[in-house]
Each structure stands twice: as structure tokens, then as C-alpha cells.
């Protein structure tokens, strides 16, 4: 990959023909996927969609941070309260 590299940096018209063959190659690619979304294929479609319509279809996770309280001591006797209470002062 160097050589070419290399190559795009001294001749010009070399860089202008890479570019061309990319481009070509990245229509080809599109038609194809084009066609697979035309005739239904489901994959196709998603990948289709994740990459042009991007804020839509893009799968993000998302941190929820969740505040729970529970009331573990209705119910129960006065005396289990209080030893509930004093081993939690323990933790």
C-alpha cells in the first residue's frame, strides 16, 4: 500500500485515477445494495437505513440510573425493625 501511496504523491494523474476507481467502486457497491433493498431483503434494509437515515435508525445504549426505595420493614414487628436498622448502621 505504500508503493501506492508513493505513486498518488508523484503522479497526479495516478491519484485522479485511484479516486476515479474508488468512486466506481463505491456506485457498484450501492447499486447492489440498492437492488437487495428494492427486492425486500430485511438486512439489507437495516444496514440501508442505519447508514442514511443515521439519527433514526442508529442503536445506542443508553445508562438509566434507577432510585429504588422499598419499605422492607412494613409489617413487620417492632423488634425486627430495630435489629434491621442496627445491622444496616453496621454496613
Same mark, same amino acid.
Given at each position: 500500500?505504500?508503493?501506492?501511496?508513493?505513486?498518488?504523491?508523484?503522479?497526479?494523474?495516478?491519484?485522479?485515477?485511484?479516486?476515479?476507481?474508488?468512486?466506481?467502486?463505491?456506485?457498484?457497491?450501492?447499486?447492489? %445494495?440498492?437492488?437487495? *433493498? &428494492? #427486492? /425486500?431483503?430485511?438486512?439489507?434494509?437495516?444496514?440501508?437505513?442505519?447508514? =442514511? !437515515?443515521?439519527?433514526?435508525?442508529?442503536?445506542?445504549?443508553?445508562?438509566?440510573?434507577?432510585? %429504588?426505595?422499598?419499605? *422492607? &420493614? #412494613? /409489617?413487620?414487628?417492632?423488634?425486627?425493625?430495630?435489629?434491621?436498622?442496627? =445491622? !444496616?448502621?453496621?454496613?
Amino acid at each position: 500500500m505504500l508503493t501506492v501511496r508513493n505513486w498518488c504523491k508523484t503522479y497526479p494523474e495516478f491519484l485522479t485515477a485511484v479516486k476515479r476507481a474508488k468512486a466506481n467502486a463505491d456506485g457498484v457497491a450501492e447499486n447492489a %445494495l440498492f437492488e437487495r *433493498v &428494492k #427486492k /425486500g431483503d430485511t438486512l439489507a434494509c437495516i444496514f440501508w437505513l442505519k447508514n =442514511r !437515515l443515521r439519527n433514526e435508525w442508529l442503536e445506542t445504549s443508553q445508562q438509566v440510573n434507577v432510585n %429504588l426505595e422499598v419499605d *422492607v &420493614k #412494613k /409489617g413487620l414487628s417492632e423488634s425486627t425493625r430495630n435489629e434491621i436498622e442496627e =445491622r !444496616l448502621k453496621l454496613l
